[in-house]
């Protein structure tokens, strides 16, 4: 049965390569720009290098002689093929405020997807509506029961948490393809110093005063919506604080497409491909045909969002203001 099933999370852990240390009771992310200097182009620096590591990591893996086989998500396996298992339900509940991808980014990670199943045709790929960045996961893998107490421990607080992002904004830069042997992801970097390229924002949004700059990094959202929530009594029990900023794009639901050394060497060899792509064609390119910068808020604010989340699903709870 479904409580029996084991998550790729316990097979395929996402380490921090980061190399910093956190502290019993510290803001992890506190202590990842205070480790920075506070200093925008050293937290770019060590997102780039921890998705960088990940990536030569797990290419290794891919393309050594006693490779065994990917890690396919049971839970995802059932619910995509329910005559494995009629009625199958995922017992994992969770609570979290993801950051919705504007227009702009949907395309450019769909675009991202059509050129990975063509080197993959048998992959799983997110559905668009359902894509998203996990800003701060506060829990996981919980009853109905318990995430429906901490939601409402939460609610007083959820309306400024979601809207947060429309006066402290922060960009995301220079999209890459990261993966493992469980999934594959567009990542980002908090950008320091690139040129803006988002479109403006919305000429309806109401002027105030706004935390802007690249001085004000996504690493900084995510501190101080850790301490916010942190600060209505819950305890945040994320699985990873690692320096990632990434919509997860597909997951392997067969070997079909890896089950030899040289489909498995096309694959890297694909992905190698799409992401020198990326960084020649997109990358900090005011006249490219694919904006590669976010404004997280742009659009829409924060999502707060509970329920049967793992692959995008769950309900809204608070949608924050997008600008």
Request: some cysteine; aromatic content about 8%; glycine content about 6%.
């Amino acid at each position: 049965m479904g409580s029996q099933l084991i998550s790729t999370d316990v097979k395929n852990k996402l380490e921090d390569l980061s190399g910093i240390q956190i502290l019993p009771g510290q803001n992890p992310y506190e202590a990842f720009i205070k480790a920075c200097n506070d200093n925008p182009a050293e937290i770019q620096a060590l997102y780039q290098g921890h998705r960088t590591k990940r990536n030569e990591q797990q290419k290794q893996k891919f393309i050594a002689p006693d490779f065994k086989e990917l890690i396919i998500d049971p839970f995802l396996l059932r619910l995509e093929n329910p005559e494995m298992e009629p009625g199958f339900q995922d017992p994992r509940n969770c609570l979290v405020f993801w950051a919705r991808p504007p227009d702009h980014i949907v395309r450019l990670s769909a675009h991202l997807q059509s050129l990975l199943k063509k080197a993959a045709p048998s992959i799983w790929l997110m559905p668009q509506h359902r894509m998203h960045l996990t800003t701060l996961e506060v829990t996981h893998s919980k009853t109905p029961e318990e995430i429906i107490a901490l939601t409402d421990n939460m609610r007083s607080a959820i309306p400024y948490i979601t809207d947060y992002t429309y006066s402290h904004r922060s960009r995301l830069v220079r999209p890459m393809i990261s993966y493992d042997l469980s999934a594959f992801a567009v990542s980002f970097l908090p950008a320091s110093g690139e040129p803006p390229l988002s479109p403006p924002p919305a000429p309806t949004a109401q002027q105030q005063p706004i935390v802007q700059g690249d001085g004000y990094t996504y690493h900084h959202l995510r501190r101080d919506i850790f301490t916010l929530a942190q600060s209505t009594g819950v305890q945040i029990e994320s699985r990873y604080q690692v320096p990632s900023a990434h919509i997860t794009l597909g997951r392997y639901l067969t070997e079909k497409d890896h089950d030899t050394p040289e489909a498995r060497k096309r694959w890297v060899e694909a992905i190698d491909e799409i992401n020198a792509w990326l960084e020649k064609e997109v990358w900090d390119r005011r006249d490219a045909d694919w904006i590669g910068e976010w404004l997280v808020g742009q659009e829409r604010g924060l999502d707060a969002r509970n329920g049967q989340l793992w692959y995008g699903g769950g309900r809204t709870i608070k949608l924050g203001e997008g600008f």
